[in-house]
């Protein structure tokens, strides 16, 4: 069982990618919800943004990334996005997408740190140059 995260690639500053969570063979409960993390060279794994998996779809932007990165989700193609735009040289990391506990998405957890998460997907590279 596995997330598939793709969409990485190189930008310049100031640019835009979407990254997108295929989330079909995680068979996701609506108790869930998909969060996005990455992680930047000789840093910390890093939470920037989650959403919960039920028909509310609650989200929850990390102050790191608010105004610039966005997560939705579209049901039918069980897809979760993260749309980044405005970026910048230090957005460069590997992103990953998650599944976990639907508790995570509120302002007291801010999407957790990573160890509320059970399933994780292969991380895409982000690259931006300046």
């Known amino acids: 069982v596995q997330l598939q995260a793709s969409g990485g690639g190189s930008v310049n500053a100031g640019g835009s990618l979407r990254l997108s969570c295929e989330t079909a063979?995680?068979?996701?409960?609506?108790?869930?919800?998909v969060g996005w993390f990455r992680q930047r060279p000789g840093q910390e794994r890093e939470a920037l943004a989650c959403?919960?998996?039920?028909?509310?779809?609650?989200?929850f932007i990390r102050d790191s990334v608010k105004g610039r990165f966005t997560i939705s989700r579209d049901h039918d193609k069980k897809t979760v996005y993260l749309q980044m735009s405005e970026l910048k040289p230090e957005d460069t990391a590997v992103y990953y997408c998650?599944?976990?506990?639907?508790?995570?998405?509120?302002?007291?957890?801010?999407?957790?740190?990573?160890?509320?998460?059970?399933?994780w997907g292969r991380g895409t590279l982000v690259t931006v140059s300046s």
């Open positions: 998650a599944s976990g506990w639907s508790d995570v998405v509120s302002p007291s957890f801010k999407c957790g740190t990573g160890f509320e998460y059970d399933v």
């Open positions: 063979s995680a068979f996701l409960s609506k108790r869930s919800a």
């Open positions: 959403i919960t998996n039920d028909e509310e779809g609650t989200e």
